[in-house]
């Protein structure tokens, strides 16, 4: 199985996301990994010029056909918030370029989920909606199916899945619709991945 969602090289394979800006060379650079180019919420608001950042993502998504984007996303927490407004124009432009050039999009979601259910609705009405995986998703069952009528995935860590309500948030979500990830966390990807097996029952991971 591979991880879903980290920042840093795992042997298992799977999606390496850049930070900033500066993370792309190196995320491109991890051999057997998926890199995804992007720049995380919480570095949103670091972007001096929305429009270059716009052009390098196409550019960059030209050169590399098989890379993702992210990551990207939106977060309401009392430390992030005031940033919001550089948050959502970074995600339209993450968005826009992943639809264009049809690729997964990295999302991070923090007190944010009615927001950011609402930009997707419109953007599949508008039929210009990527494929999006919300990662460390801890949503409630009614808001994951709300993404899953949308057609998005998730992938969780041991964080979530050690969370006391985890079982209602994610044992009913269809198989092939979540899975595992390691995020920051590289040294829990043992335990994630034997977690994630126990509480899905263990079909169809290997
Ligand atoms: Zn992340």
Same mark, same amino acid.
């Given at each position: 199985?591979?991880?879903?969602?980290?920042?840093?090289?795992?042997?298992?394979?799977?999606?390496?996301?850049?930070?900033?800006?500066?993370?792309?060379?190196?995320?491109?650079?991890?051999?057997?990994?998926?890199?995804?180019? /992007?720049?995380?919420?919480?570095?949103?608001?670091?972007?001096?010029?929305? @429009?270059?950042?716009?052009?390098?993502?196409? $550019?960059?998504?030209?050169?590399?056909?098989?890379?993702?984007?992210?990551?990207?996303?939106?977060?309401?927490?009392?430390?992030?918030?005031?940033?919001?407004?550089?948050?959502?124009?970074?995600?339209?432009?993450?968005? /826009?370029? @992943?639809?264009?050039? $049809?690729?997964?999009?990295?999302?991070?979601?923090?007190?944010?989920?009615?927001?950011?259910?609402?930009?997707?609705?419109?953007?599949?009405?508008?039929?210009?909606?990527?494929?999006?995986?919300?990662?460390?998703?801890?949503?409630?069952?009614?808001? @994951?199916?709300?993404?899953?009528?949308?057609?998005?995935?998730?992938?969780?860590?041991? #964080?979530?899945?050690?969370?006391?309500?985890?079982?209602?948030?994610?044992? #009913?979500?269809?198989?092939?619709?979540?899975?595992?990830?390691?995020?920051?966390?590289?040294?829990?990807?043992?335990?994630?991945?034997?977690?994630?097996?126990?509480?899905?029952? /263990?079909?169809?991971?290997?």
């Amino acid at each position: 199985m591979k991880d879903y969602h980290t920042h840093h090289p795992n042997t298992a394979g799977g999606s390496i996301c850049a930070v900033t800006r500066a993370d792309w060379e190196r995320v491109a650079a991890v051999p057997g990994m998926t890199p995804a180019f /992007g720049v995380h919420p919480w570095h949103a608001h670091e972007v001096q010029d929305p @429009a270059d950042f716009a052009f390098e993502l196409d $550019d960059w998504l030209y050169r590399h056909p098989s890379a993702e984007v992210g990551e990207t996303g939106l977060d309401a927490s009392d430390k992030w918030q005031h940033t919001l407004e550089a948050q959502r124009l970074l995600l339209h432009l993450h968005l /826009g370029a @992943a639809f264009r050039h $049809d690729r997964l999009v990295h999302l991070h979601c923090v007190r944010c989920h009615a927001e950011l259910l609402g930009i997707l609705k419109e953007r599949a009405r508008c039929n210009t909606l990527p494929r999006v995986l919300l990662h460390a998703w801890n949503g409630s069952h009614e808001m @994951a199916r709300e993404f899953l009528a949308l057609g998005a995935i998730f992938s969780v860590g041991l #964080r979530e899945l050690s969370h006391s309500r985890a079982e209602e948030r994610y044992a #009913r979500i269809p198989e092939g619709k979540i899975f595992p990830e390691s995020d920051d966390a590289p040294e829990n990807w043992a335990r994630t991945l034997a977690l994630f097996r126990l509480m899905r029952g /263990g079909l169809n991971l290997r």
